[in-house]
Each structure stands twice: as C-alpha cells, then as structure tokens.
C-alpha cells in the first residue's frame, strides 16, 4: 500500500472525438479502483464527458489553463472556468507546451499558483531533452524547472502533482526504465524538500510520463517515489488505459 494516493492521468491532446468518450467512459462504468484516475480530453469535449460522470469514478482534466483570470485574452480558458465546468485538475508545462507554445518556468508558476486558488489540482510537468540527459545535465534542467516552476509559492496544506515527463521518451516507445525513473522521482523528492519542507515533500505525488503501456505500468508503480502515471499515446485505447489503471493501487 502506497503512503500517497495513486494517480492515473490520460493526456488526449489533440485527439479523440465522441466516439472515444463514450467507449472511454463506457470501459469505466461500475468498476472501482485504488488509484485517482482522470481523463484531459480536448476543451470542447470536457461537458459531454461529465454528463456521463455520475456513472463512473472517472474524474476530468484540462491540458492546459490561462494564467489570466478573464479579460482581453482570446483563446484562453481560466481556472474558474475550468473548475466551474467541473475539472479537478490541470496539467501545465508539458514539454509540447513549453516546445511549441513558447511556455516558461516563469509563466507555469503563475499557472501552478492560479489553479490552486481555484482549487484545482496543479500536475507541473517536467523533464529534460535527449541532449540534456546526454550530456549528464538531467538534474541541473530538473532544477531549474521546479525552482523557478515553484519556488517562493505557498504549498502549505495544498495538493500538488509534478509530472517528470522526458521529452525523450515520450511518444517514442523508450520509456525510462524503472531504475532511472526512481532516481529521477527521488531527486525530484528531495528538490522539493529543500525548496520548501519534509511535510510538502511526503504529501506532493510524482508521477511518470513517457511511453507508459499496461506491459511496464506495473514495474514502474513499485517504485518507492513513483506515485502515479500521465499517459498519452496507450489512453486512446480504452481497453488499454484500464489495465493501466487497475495496476496502480
Ligand atoms: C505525454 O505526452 O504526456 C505522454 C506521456 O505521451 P506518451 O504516453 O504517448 O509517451
């Protein structure tokens, strides 16, 4: 039994459409399971998934949310709105987002900070490149990205995921192996306890992305540091995406 509560978190970016929801929805009715599971569809689709909620455990995600409150920002989408439609989550950062939208550590923890006002669940995404990890800077990249991710917010009593996603695993069939990705969760573990304290490093849960599949799920949730998985590619199966998430426990 895990100290943290389990998380599963599918990213859909931008795919799927109807059809997936109700077979996504459809796989998860009536069965329960240890872990937090959440769905990040596209925008458009998120109020179509929660008229079919109350059937299931599933809960819903954004993959991305405003920094900005309301105002003259076209195309943006607030925390308020996000939760008052029914989220319980957000991710932010992820490496799609800080390669090709131009997002910064600056900018995601004034995002981190937005969500948590409005109660919802902040799932900071980071990770280093191919290069990076080649040249043995992997931790040096790590933090940089949570001290100017998070540093200075105030975490106390507050729910927080951060995802450690490398950019060079994802959506290529190499995932980290277990090993790596428990350093890397530890590291990740004691960065937060030196930037903030022992309380915020024990509750905030650590999640692995990066060609997660039902075949490594469960090597990789054994891991001590590892408190969960953000899936991309393997949760536009349904079938698939349960049998990840009736690993974790
Ligand atoms: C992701 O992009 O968040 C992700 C984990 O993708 P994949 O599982 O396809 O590698």
């Not at 937090?36 to 059937?55: G, V």
């Not at 990076?132 to 990205?145: D, F, G, H, S």
């Not at 540093?151 to 927080?160: E, H, I």
């Amino acid at each position: 039994m895990k100290q943290r509560k389990p998380i599963v978190i599918a990213n859909w970016k931008l795919n799927g459409g109807l059809d997936l929801i109700c077979t996504s929805v459809a796989s998860f009715i009536g069965k329960h399971f240890a872990a937090q599971i959440a769905i990040c569809p596209p925008y458009l689709y998120m109020r179509d998934m929660m008229t079919f909620l109350q059937y299931s455990e599933l809960q819903i995600g954004s993959q991305n949310v405003s920094r900005y409150e309301s105002g003259a920002y076209t195309g943006e989408t607030s925390a308020q709105m996000l939760k008052q439609a029914g989220c319980s989550l957000c991710l932010i950062g992820h490496s799609e987002r800080r390669a090709m939208f131009a997002e910064n550590n600056e900018g995601c923890k004034i995002k981190v900070n937005t969500a948590l006002n409005h109660g919802l669940l902040p799932v900071l995404c980071v990770g280093e490149n191919r290069e990076e990890r080649e040249a043995n800077i992997t931790e040096q990249v790590l933090y940089k990205q949570l001290s100017e991710g998070l540093g200075g917010l105030d975490l106390a009593g507050k729910d927080l995921c951060i995802a450690y996603e490398p950019v060079w695993a994802i959506g290529t069939g190499l995932a980290a192996t277990p090993a790596i990705a428990q350093q890397v969760h530890q590291y990740i573990r004691a960065e937060v306890t030196r930037l903030f304290d022992q309380d915020t490093a024990n509750r905030v849960r650590i999640l692995y992305g990066g060609s997660v599949t039902k075949a490594n799920a469960s090597e990789l949730l054994q891991q001590p540091d590892i408190d969960g998985l953000l899936v991309g590619g393997a949760s536009l199966d349904p079938g698939h995406f349960v049998a990840i998430c009736e690993q974790a426990s």
